[in-house]
């Protein structure tokens, strides 16, 4: 890898991994075609206990956002309270009382998946459409996360790359996870971390575990460990259906080359068409797998469906 | 029922439906202590085609909501958008481009949970806690939505009492669901659509493919079919987890009394500890559900976990 | 006045009305040059009985707004309130208690001016500037409402077009007012109403005041009396540095054109660099100068200079 | 002053200062009732050159909030853009293109003033209203902001205490401005700085300043120069109208006892009502009145009337 010229290794994996077509050129779907009801059904197969785990971190004030391009964290905001029913100014009849309440926040504030209308390369978006034919002001008119409602639930794996290559469970902010360090973790954890054609990937790579030890400082788009740019090829020859990690930004940070922001994403989404998952929680999930050596799961991660967004929270759930 | 004395009506039927402490002092769950690991394992069992139907309405600025207490509709607008990468103002290097984007709205604007403090009872929210205990300006302190986090996953079942007892699938408004109309429902369905313990009770009504047909009009807090006030024993003796319908506000609008607001919730909530979901779209799943004769099916609904939130967006998904 | 052919109309009347370049191809300010010291202090020297009158709408839940192009009304909503103070449960020692607040506004929701980077022509701003090279998604990097801080405080005019010209004080909706129109109420008024470089005017056409009397009903953007097309030339040829009006829009509605939106606009924002302001509230000042015979004043409608905003709110005084 | 009795302290002084029931029961003006036409008479004589000067800060997302009482910086987003607009994705006629935003922001984010709902003493707001019969979640149902609509304009008088008692015009942080310095302060800077009833006073500090040179740091809550809580027999016998200080607070930070929070505001605001800017920028204004002696003006700060708000943004600006 030439750490001077991102560019050129974009534009090569791009060449390499691209789907561009290959669902068609309506297609608003990318890599959750990967993801068809015999998965769900192999999916649902796998609940054995019925033991459940959220993989949602905190959609809160305390949350990691810093401002950085106006990304606050969210802001809860009450309408109506309980301490207003109690005093009795509501003016509801027959002693009922009543609380609401609103949010402000950036729809990728916390736990989330990244849509195809997040990222452009060139000018693209995802199968070859002009960015600019894609997302407006009005928000994104063809892939809006609207499109992926009730797909995202299947078979679940977790590899849980932290504890099987980590010092006590984490990696170091700036390790990039290569396709390597990948195999060698399936390899680790055996039989059930197998990973293929339509199944939601968590990565843990520990980088959450170690904020929530030592507060978020640059949680968000510090440095971070991550996927390397080298892995676009695994993730295209797996055929997944989504990815995610417990890290702010998915890829390795710093990025791998001298200048450059977040060039896997560059692939991964116009050209893959992957869904990529951030700031999932997978701690609780993780200690469980590790307990009891079997790293796949039923998940269900449905994103709320804000009408043309390019990215939405989501509050996953994954059953063992 | 003595259409005159709400207060007297609700204050009986709270003291015949109480789980008051039935969980302990310090319970925040509610009904959802009914759904155990065994109903997730006897859920996802259910899953033999694999098909999945999301049950959200949409997110966006074309919902229903008029104002009502300050509830307006999402307003979704672009941090950054594809028009902006594809001109190349954002500066990022590589040819990265980049849309990102934030929502404003209230938490009981779309398809959503009600949380347990939502709604009070003279002052008194579930397990018999003062509100001004439970509900600040801070939000919820105690049962916030944020507390049912993993748990929402388990068998749901659909009761399609508009396709049941209704013409052409739909209820009038003001039509009031009791409890015998839920048993021929049952009857009408079959075996699968057996309701009980731990379950995650669906009930069609039909008003939302009226409002899909002829507007939103007045559905947003006007008439409506619903559950009647006389329910209330039998949402207490199932021994259900949660119930959602197809309605903006749950129970039959105008209420029964003639002076009220929503009474049913005053026992549901505060008293039965109750979960409630409201704005689900169950037009697709029910659709399935008539075709094959298959009323139950798996179902995860996490809410949104918002900090401290009394009700919460989400996107439930059910897969048969 | 060819009712077919806006885009000639307006092509024209930019040609005839421009002012690119006047000031510098680095100007931002428009027409707000015409507004120098000199119209300050005789400005000032109009206050002579010390009364003052508020010129602004409500900002609130209650406003006109209908959802066009998103546009809400104002939701204000409580960070801390005096029950919770009242109740203790905030947490301040010495028996202090806070109330706090936050809003969530269109800039352009109520009372307000709008910028010059609010309206293009065929992709150009004010001052022959690409509408790109202006606004962005990250706002109005050049002519931002805070270029013009500190500089709205002059004479103010108040031509009472609806009093001078209609029944009862209003003109009806779909009135075009035109430049003899305004000659003739200036007449009507006496010599305090002329106007002239550098000044203020206020347009009242009474639709506010039928609006208060009658409820908004498409006050947003529906019909209403305002300004003619063909008032380009006299806006231009006054050198006025600002205007506003009573109503929605500023221009007549219908528009003159028989396909049309708001073509006044695109002459007087991009060409002349005029300053508009809408949804004032001009009837207590009206009524005033009606009665004393009166039409001129001190003036002060600072913006709320939001970074980089293409309109904003604004809270005018009168004092005469 | 006894450091360890602020309640004692904070008692002794509401006693001795308050205004309750001075204008009647009914009052929700507080020291505005001193600001008469008169005094507006005054102020605007005092308009000799017609120089205007900005007194507000940037209302942006650099500004000086930290999330303390999920009080953000104001987040602004478009609606609609010129890159929109350029490209030709809005659909208006005759090449018409717009640009729309929103905000969403504290309305005590950045240039403010204190309503007299903002805080509480013991449960007591201003006029001896219980705290909860004013500000509800609803918000301040009888002082609301809006309720000083057109009043606040009049003579405004400048004391430069930076200028006047501290290096390089600067006060440093932890500073008590006492009534011996405001005194001090009206002696050096001569006849012009007189300060009596009715006026509109601003205090310079020198802390924005040094913000400005040095970031925003803990501007926002953190140590500061500022008002002593001495001040307040003075600031409720000149029977000012209001007062505005350059800094977060108004009043000294660290405050003055062992153990409190903004005890001046509980005397300030419930018992004196009256009214309180912080955060203006008053350098520009500054300078000039070092640089002509002439330490008073006419000043328009009316706040965004907000309905129900108990604080709004401002934008004054002062004229010489």
């Not at 843990?204 to 991550?226: F, K, M, V």
């Not at 896997?264 to 989404?269: M, N």
Request: with cysteine; aromatic share 8%.
């Amino acid at each position: 890898m030439d750490r001077t010229d991102p560019e050129g290794a974009i534009a090569a994996a791009a060449q390499r991994c691209s789907n561009r077509g290959r669902w068609g050129a309506d297609d608003v779907l990318g890599t959750l075609n990967f993801l068809d009801e015999a998965k769900r059904r192999a999916g649902a197969a796998l609940v054995r206990r019925g033991a459940s785990f959220s993989l949602a971190q905190a959609f809160g004030a305390d949350g990691p956002q810093k401002g950085w391009r106006r990304r606050t964290n969210p802001v809860h905001t009450m309408l109506d309270t309980g301490v207003d029913a109690e005093r009795g100014t509501q003016g509801f009849p027959h002693g009922l009382g009543g609380a609401d309440d609103v949010v402000f926040m950036p729809l990728q504030a916390s736990t989330q998946w990244d849509g195809l209308g997040h990222i452009f390369d060139h000018g693209l978006a995802y199968n070859g459409r002009r960015a600019g034919d894609v997302v407006t002001s009005e928000g994104d008119r063809v892939t809006g996360i609207e499109t992926t409602a009730g797909l995202i639930a299947g078979r679940g794996v977790l590899l849980d790359v932290g504890r099987a290559l980590g010092d006590d469970g984490e990696l170091p902010d700036g390790f990039a996870i290569t396709a390597e360090h990948l195999a060698a973790t399936i390899a680790a954890q055996g039989a059930t971390a197998a990973v293929g054609r339509g199944d939601l990937l968590l990565v843990r790579t520990g980088r959450l575990t170690r904020a929530r030890r030592e507060g978020w400082g640059d949680y968000a788009g510090g440095d971070s460990p991550g996927l390397s740019f080298t892995t676009a090829d695994w993730l295209h020859g797996t055929e997944i259906a989504g990815i995610a990690t417990d890290t702010w930004g998915f890829e390795v940070r710093p990025n791998e080359f001298d200048v450059a922001f977040q060039p896997l994403h560059q692939v991964a989404i116009p050209h893959i068409g992957l869904f990529l998952g951030e700031m999932w929680d997978l701690d609780a999930l993780a200690a469980d797998c590790a307990a009891d050596g079997v790293f796949e799961f039923w998940l269900t991660a449905a994103p709320l469906p804000v009408t043309g967004a390019v990215g939405a929270p989501v509050a996953p759930i994954a059953v063992k």
